[in-house]
């Protein structure tokens, strides 16, 4: 069995079927990236994997337990602890990125650790400040994101997804809204993580970035898959 397995996801928007039975297998230490045009449903499918999006035909399997499954025709989703337990198994980091402003960047990283998972503040800071050393923002750690560039935002956002020491990563569209001079900080960190071994879902306009980083492509258009293969077959 696959790490994660969707099978025959459909999703639909009032009358619009955005995602028309959709499957995908990713297994463990993969780097899967997913291209293709806009609206062609490549965030969609990562925001149902994350249950920020329900789904309305399908099932979708972590490690052989269900976060949703179809019965008799409708889905039908884990109870909230399952749910729980599943998704705190992915860390997801968005193309806007979310931040707090009134909280400083070391208050953003801990938030979670210490809100959800009811850590103590001082037992998580040693790993942020680890965390932040590896990205090369330590010494920003005091300050609030007002006063960082959009590289540095998105690093940050990174790291408050990885402290909380997820095991599949899940990136929508993380460079869509840098400059290009700050695109290669950001690439540099996921690189980083995929030479670590960390499981990974990214959903990318960057062809170059894509074709290095991933060993399977997913080519999404109009809600399917269209194509399906390593880099160098596509």
């Known amino acids: 069995m696959s790490f994660i397995e969707m099978r025959n ?34 965030s969609t499918l990562l925001r149902c994997l994350n249950h920020l999006e329900l789904i ?5 399997c972590v490690e052989g337990e269900y976060l949703a499954q179809e019965k008799d025709g409708k ?20 193309q806007s990125f979310n931040l707090f402003p009134h909280m400083t960047v070391l208050d953003n990283i801990l938030a979670a650790p210490v809100y959800v998972k009811g850590m103590k503040r001082e037992d998580v800071i040693p790993t942020a400040d680890a965390l932040l050393d590896k990205v090369g923002l330590l010494n920003k750690k005091d300050v609030y994101p007002g006063s960082l560039s959009g590289g540095q935002k998105q690093r940050i956002a990174m790291i408050r997804a990885l402290i ?6 899940l990136f929508d569209e993380v460079t869509a809204s840098l400059d290009p001079e700050m695109v290669r900080e950001v690439l540099d960190v996921i690189m980083e993580l995929a030479k670590e071994g960390m499981t990974m879902l990214i959903v990318s306009h960057e062809m170059q970035f894509a074709r290095a ?22």
């Open 213 to 234: 980083v991933a060993d399977r492509i997913l080519f999404f258009d109009q809600g399917v898959i269209e194509e399906e293969g390593t880099p160098s077959e596509l």
């Open 56 to 60: 309305q035909g399908g099932s979708i």
């Open 75 to 94: 889905v039908v989703y884990a109870d909230d602890v399952t749910a729980r337990r599943i998704l705190l198994r992915m860390g997801m980091v968005f």
């Open 164 to 169: 909380m020491k997820p095991e599949i990563m």
């Open 9 to 42: 996801i459909r999703k639909d928007f009032g009358k619009n079927t955005i995602l028309h039975g959709v499957d995908m297998n990713l297994e463990k230490g993969e780097v899967i990236s997913i291209i293709g045009p806009s609206g062609a449903g490549k």
